[in-house]
């Protein structure tokens, strides 16, 4: 698998339920961010969880980081129909002064109504 | 605070041609990255600057593409002459400084190229 790869690749819920993403890496790693993209939009930073901690909140997110499994989740609780877009992990490598993110394919979701 | 900005949104180019990008990041960030995705793949690194200096460039494709930083303020990509390849959506993307404590990288809307 690639750096930053999500699981599944497509995820179709409807309104009101959790939808859980996954996302693998392969080397170690300073940090690991989710964001969100829309259709032909930007990126959305949504959480960003150091290889320190195991597990973060924000709102109706909640990202958990297993470094032993080179892992991450994404959960979305209660979504909503404005939660349909692809959502990506992306991870920094620890060591050095390199901090460019490595990006995996995303996992398109959609909410339906 | 403002998001980080990007310039054009959009931009269809004669293959040949040149083509410049622009990024404002935002206000304060030291740190400005360029990303590009083609069709059907990931998201990839292109290069690093803190401030005006340019950090990493591992990711430039070839020297068709030059960055620029001047002043530490906003960047440009020119891209000269365009291929059909370098077709896709660029990212700009910035961060505060120190790197290794503030690595948070907000992204501009993009900016989608196309080479005919």
């Known amino acids: 698998s690639q750096q930053g790869e999500e699981d599944p690749q497509a995820l179709s819920i409807q309104e009101g339920e959790n939808a859980t993403m996954n996302c693998s890496y392969k080397?170690?790693?300073?940090?690991l961010q989710w964001y969100r993209q829309n259709s032909g939009r930007g990126l959305v930073h949504l959480i960003l969880?150091?290889?320190?901690?195991r597990e973060k909140h924000s709102g109706r997110l909640r990202v958990t980081l297993d470094t032993s499994k080179k892992s991450s989740s994404l959960l979305i609780t209660a979504s909503r129909a404005a939660d349909t877009a692809s959502y990506f992990c992306?991870?920094?490598?620890?060591?050095?002064?390199?901090?460019?993110?490595?990006f995996g394919k995303g996992t398109l979701l959609t909410v339906n109504p | 605070e403002a998001g980080v900005t990007q310039f054009p949104s959009h931009s269809v180019i004669e293959k040949g041609q040149t083509v410049t990008l622009r990024c404002d990041p935002i206000?304060?960030?030291?740190?400005l990255y360029w990303y590009r995705r083609v069709m059907g793949k990931e998201i990839k690194f292109l290069l690093h600057?803190?401030?005006?200096?340019?950090?990493?460039e591992s990711g430039m494709p070839n020297n068709r593409f030059l960055a620029e930083r001047t002043g530490g303020t906003y960047s440009t990509l020119k891209v000269q002459p365009a291929e059909l390849e370098d077709s896709g959506v660029y990212f700009c993307?910035?961060?505060?400084?120190?790197?290794?404590?503030?690595?948070?990288?907000?992204f501009g809307p993009g900016t989608r190229l196309t080479v005919l």
């Open positions: 206000s304060g960030h030291d740190n």
């Open positions: 969880i150091r290889s320190n901690e």
């Open positions: 993307a910035s961060s505060r400084a120190p790197s290794y404590v503030y690595n948070e990288q907000f």
């Open positions: 080397t170690s790693i300073n940090n």
């Open positions: 992306a991870t920094d490598e620890s060591g050095g002064s390199n901090y460019k993110l490595t």
């Open positions: 600057f803190v401030k005006e200096s340019k950090q990493d």
